[in-house]
């Protein structure tokens, strides 16, 4: 039977739970920054699945490596080794100046992960009576959709009706250095944040507020956490974000495009103090670092650094937002970003950002509002300078 866009959305509608207010848009192929619906119409793909689309759709090399690794072994459980987890650690710690890595799958389950251990170092390490520790976080946080993280979200559609929540998070104003100095107390075990809020509509910190951050955890022994899920693997125009604050955080969650697009992984990498209080039997995951995963995310890495990703990122990123700048306006009331994390803010009183999205989807281009009044613009890193003349052209027919 064939199915018709309409079709495909009306049973979506009808047998999902609705937990999404997606596009009208039903994809059916991608390549690079494009994505084509089932009409054969394209578009060029401004939110790259939240940034797990860093590498671009289809990724050649990151397929075949899926494809060969998918022939050979897919699933060992971590009751037995593979051949690929080893490999996977010995690069990616080597990338990121890491000790020790956790592997996961979802990024909520990195975050999980973090929590727990540095709550469980917090006890052994740092001697924080039993059931005490706190992990301090920034109000309009997005760190993902559990139970634990979304009680201490601060954006009531995420969190209203979901409790009761765990208890241990106090939550302090983002780039305030004299809020995280109050919070901090002797039981506080973990500064958990993202180094730019994405959710939040890509908010960027204060210049120096992370190096003053990680001297004030330094002195009173508190983890540095970044929450790098969205920010990492190039998508600021850095291999982390934390380069941008000249920092090295403690801890660092990676997720969204360590998948390639493809598969999904992500792990905490750590300092080796804080992951090696985790001990056999205490901590795991069914697919967490299984070999299909570790193979696909190795090439995810590679190609990121071989093929000038990041350094694109940077380029364009700069090209990007200075074009953004450059569109003349009265709705705009703010463009900012760094790489190709990019936000177009509107004005409160031109109607929201949900209605341009509509209007940028008829022409071609594929973007996500974000707190009612910003769009944000994030193309996979493989962006060139003519597709970026293409997108402000309509971009700025759009918002004029
Ligand atoms: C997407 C995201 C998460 C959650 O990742 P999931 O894979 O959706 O669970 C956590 N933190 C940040 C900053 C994110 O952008």
């Known amino acids: 039977m064939h199915y018709s ?8 509608k009808e047998l999902g739970a609705n937990n999404y207010r997606p596009l009208d848009v039903v994809l059916e192929r991608g390549e690079g920054i494009w994505v084509w619906d089932t009409d054969g119409r394209k578009y060029l793909d401004c939110l790259s699945a939240y940034s797990a689309v860093n590498q671009g759709h289809g990724h050649p090399r990151i397929r075949q490596a899926l494809i060969e690794q998918s022939g050979r072994l897919s699933l060992t459980s971590r009751a037995f080794r593979n051949d690929q987890l080893a490999r996977f650690y010995e690069e990616i710690c080597a990338l990121t100046n890491s000790h020790k890595v956790l592997p996961m799958n979802s990024g909520a389950e990195a975050v999980e992960t973090v929590i727990k251990a540095v709550r469980k170092w917090g006890y052994e390490e740092k001697g924080v009576p039993e059931n005490q520790a706190e992990i301090i976080v920034c109000a309009d946080n997005f760190h993902g959709r559990t139970i634990t993280i979304v009680g201490f979200s601060t954006d009531p559609s995420s969190r209203n009706g979901f409790g009761p929540f765990a208890p241990g998070f106090r939550v302090i104003p983002f780039g305030d250095m004299a809020a995280l100095e109050r919070a901090i107390t002797p039981n506080t075990v973990a500064f958990l944040v993202e180094p730019i809020q994405g959710e939040a509509g890509v908010i960027i910190p204060p210049p120096d507020y992370f190096r003053q951050a990680l001297d004030l955890c330094r002195r009173n022994r508190v983890q540095l956490v970044f929450d790098e899920i969205q920010t990492g693997l190039g998508r600021t125009g850095k291999l982390l974000a934390e380069e941008h604050e000249g920092i090295e955080a403690d801890i660092t969650l990676v997720g969204k495009a360590l998948s390639g697009g493809f598969y999904p992984i992500s792990a905490v990498l ?70 190709l994390m990019l936000a177009v803010e ?38 060139t300078k003519s597709d970026i003349d293409w997108a402000l052209e309509r971009i700025g027919r759009v918002l004029r």
Not at 286 to 310: D, H, Q, S, Y
Not at 357 to 382: A, F, N, Q, Y
């Open 5 to 12: 866009a309409l079709d495909l959305i009306k049973v979506e």
């Open 270 to 339: 750590s300092n080796s103090e804080v992951l090696s209080v985790i001990k056999p039997g205490e901590h795991g995951s069914t697919f967490g670092g299984n070999p299909l995963a570790c193979a696909v995310a190795r090439m995810a890495l590679k190609v990121l650094v071989e093929e000038g990703m990041i350094e694109n990122s940077a380029n364009m990123g700069r090209y990007f937002l200075d074009g953004l700048k450059s569109l003349r306006s009265n709705i705009i009331a703010d463009v900012r970003g760094r790489g």
């Open 346 to 383: 509107l004005d409160p009183d031109a109607g929201g950002a949900r209605p341009f999205c509509e209007k940028l989807r008829e022409e071609g281009l594929l973007c996500k509002d974000t707190h009612d009044h910003t769009i944000r613009i994030s193309p996979p890193l493989v962006i």
